[in-house]
């Protein structure tokens, strides 16, 4: 029916994540005194063929290859690098807050040492790491580029080579102060791509321009499209909290289901006190939309119930529509607030930054007629705000 994505709550902590083995590099190239740092976090991009054909992590082969290429070597627009390599070598699909809090605080341990960071990442869930790093990442004013292959680099054709290459001459150029994802000739904002299709080309940012394109003979930067440069120091903030539940409102949607979560209490923890007084399951949850439909219609009694029993225990409700591209009309955004004004609509957000983005306003602390009053801002240029205003967080 449905899917949830959840963060640990404070009661409960994220896994512990292995410890990580910086290799120094040993490449003498690069014209200037920058420094780039390399997250290698798993994924295809570095996996090979096992004996029976099926692709897995090999540690250290690309880290290895890194260090041999010419063109990391040689090209004048390439910073030297290290790279970390995480001693587990995630599949972006077993990842959750708990890994993007772990990157951002390496990003975070080393910001002061490096001018640019690259993660190396699996593909399916990198919209999401990206996503979180962008809001973890405050005051950024370094490129952290987050980049993965569809097939790795160990077979003969693959989009693994280009990806990092190219990613590692945009870590290198100090114009770029935000978490982008580049793959298949195209910089994304990080917060505003999804990945679409199991292609080369598997990754879209459908509203918002791609930030840079690999033209014929080299890359072209959009400067007008990049976040500015911030005014203060970069700060992490890498407690992703919050347990968000993400559900799609199907013509056929089992609201019955939805409303027992909405009404589901944590199972009780010392932090509850004498009176045992129990918190909900969730804090906020996403719904997916096919539309409004009319102010009387089956989506409109389907939201009327969900936000009943969701106000009564101060849960935010969110919402975003199926597509991919584009938005609600202001009519049907309209009709939306006419439903309930409870509804935080999150015009043209993607589904990933939005879930991550309830997970990071959590966890800072903030009560829920906060974090629902964020959430429809622009903090780090995930969405085009319909309200007027601004937030700094
Ligand atoms: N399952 C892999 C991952 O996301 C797929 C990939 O990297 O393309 O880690």
Redesign the pocket.
């Known amino acids: 029916m449905s899917s949830t994505a959840t963060a640990e709550s404070a009661g409960s902590p994220p896994k512990a994540p292995a410890p990580a083995v910086a290799l120094p590099s040993t490449i003498p190239c690069g014209g200037d005194s920058r420094r780039i740092l390399v997250l290698y976090v ?4 570095g ?1 090979m063929k096992n004996a029976e054909g099926a ?1 897995e992590c090999v540690a250290g082969y690309l880290t290895q290859q890194m260090h041999e290429m010419r063109e990391l070597r040689e090209s004048a627009e390439i910073a030297p690098f290290d790279i970390i390599e995480y001693a587990e070598l ?6 959750n807050a708990a890994d993007y809090c772990r990157i951002a605080a390496d990003v975070a341990g080393h910001y002061d040492e490096y001018d640019g960071f690259l993660v190396a ?6 919209h999401y790491t990206a996503s979180a790093l962008s809001f973890m990442l405050h005051n950024l004013d370094k490129p952290v580029i987050v980049t ?3 097939v790795p680099l160990a077979e003969p054709y693959n989009d693994a080579r280009r990806n990092v290459i190219i990613s590692m001459m945009i870590a290198s150029d100090p114009k770029v102060c935000e978490v982008c994802v580049f793959f298949n000739d195209s910089l994304f904002r990080g917060n505003r791509c999804s990945k679409v299709y199991h292609t080369y080309g ?1 990754f879209t940012s459908a509203n918002y321009p791609p930030l840079g394109t690999m033209e014929a003979t080299h890359f072209v930067l959009k400067e007008e499209y990049l976040l500015p440069q911030p005014n203060g120091s970069m700060k992490v903030m890498s407690d992703l909290r919050g347990r968000v539940g993400c559900y799609p409102l199907d013509p056929d949607a089992d609201v019955d289901t939805i409303v027992a979560l909405l009404e589901h209490k944590r199972p009780p923890t010392t932090a509850d006190g004498e009176d045992g007084a129990q918190a909900p399951l969730l804090d906020a949850i996403l719904l997916t939309l096919n539309g409004v439909g009319s102010a009387t219609g089956t989506v409109a009694a389907q939201l009327r119930r969900i936000v009943k029993t969701a106000q009564k225990h101060s849960i935010v409700v969110c919402a975003v529509t199926r597509e991919i591209s584009g938005t609600l009309n202001a009519l049907e955004v309209q009709r939306l607030r006419a439903i309930s004004p409870y509804i935080v609509y999150l015009n043209d957000m993607c589904i990933s930054a939005a879930e991550v983005k309830l997970m990071y306003l959590f966890g800072k602390n903030l009560p829920p007629s906060q974090v629902a009053a964020l959430m429809p801002m622009n903090l780090r240029g995930e969405i085009t705000p319909l309200l007027v205003g601004a937030a700094k967080l």
């Open positions: 798993g994924g295809t991009i996996m692709l995630l599949d972006s699909s077993d990842m990442h699996g593909t399916d869930t990198m993965g292959a569809m598997a």
